[in-house]
T-cell receptor
Framework: LAKTTQPISMDSYEGQEVNITCSHN???????ITWYQQFPSQGPRFIIQ?????VTNEVASLFIPADRKSSTLSLPRVSLSDTAVYYC????????????WGAGTKLIIKP | DTGVSQNPRHKITKRGQNVTFRCDPI?????LYWYRQTLGQGPEFLTY????????KSRLLSDRFSAERPKGSFSTLEIQRTEQGDSAMYLC??????????????FGPGTRLTVL
């Protein structure tokens, strides 16, 4: 089962671009990479998902190198409301389906 | 609101008691997941259903835990003979799978369990 490694915490300032990198050395050929955001006392919320190269949506970009052993979530021009925990998840789907969530990265945005 | 709902939002119980939580997924979502989350940790997978079939259960899940999803709609998670270590947030999520494991999970607000 693929396991992910992320920084425990990061700080940044309003208006900056924030990049959070996740390592997933054992990612399998058919695995996708998904990022979720979680605020205190709420369930996680989907941000973005990708398989390779670059994916962009209205809130973030996801960069995945050719070897797919890592991925980087990029949040452009963050605001205070982006303070949350961000989880990198490798979607491992086979006969023993289990999703493994790490501890996530606690992102704190300062004014 | 057509999101995932969970009830109750909070539950306080005494050790040894049984508790049951309910999750109502987004209608037409065929997959339903249960997770447990403790402070400072990511969600821990417990089990998931595809329609009414329970397809996977975590190897870490005690026999005191049981989940059902009758008729492939709402689901219940029961914990028997609760222990203090069961205190956690229990999260439910649902998704609409399209054949591969790329479905987006939509989470409910969770049920916070406190075992005294």
């Amino acid at each position: 089962l693929a396991k992910t490694t992320q920084p425990i915490s990061m700080d940044s300032y309003e208006g900056q671009e924030v990049n959070i990198t996740c390592s997933h050395n054992n990612i399998a050929t058919n695995d996708y990479i998904t990022w979720y955001q979680q605020f205190p006392s709420q369930g996680p919320r989907f941000i973005i998902q990708g398989y390779k190269t670059k994916v962009t949506n209205e809130v973030a970009s996801l960069f995945i190198p050719a070897d797919r052993k890592s991925s980087t979530l990029s949040l452009p021009r963050v605001s205070l409301s982006d303070t949350a925990v961000y989880y990198c998840l490798v979607d491992h789907m086979d006969s023993n389906y289990q999703l493994i969530w790490g501890a996530g990265t606690k992102l704190i945005i300062k004014p | 609101d057509t999101g995932v709902s969970q009830n109750p939002r909070h539950k306080i119980t005494k050790r040894g008691q049984n508790v049951t939580f309910r999750c109502d997924p987004i209608s037409e979502h065929n997959r339903l997941y249960w997770y447990r989350q403790t402070l400072g940790q990511g969600p821990e997978f417990l089990t998931y259903f595809q329609n009414e079939a329970q397809l996977e259960k975590s190897r870490l899940l005690s026999d005191r835990f049981s989940a059902e999803r009758p008729k492939g709609s709402f689901s219940t998670l029961e914990i028997q003979r609760t222990e203090q270590g069961d205190s956690a947030m229990y999260l439910c999520a649902s998704s609409l799978t399209r054949g591969r494991g790329t479905d987006t999970q939509y989470f409910g607000p969770g049920t916070r369990l406190t075992v005294l």
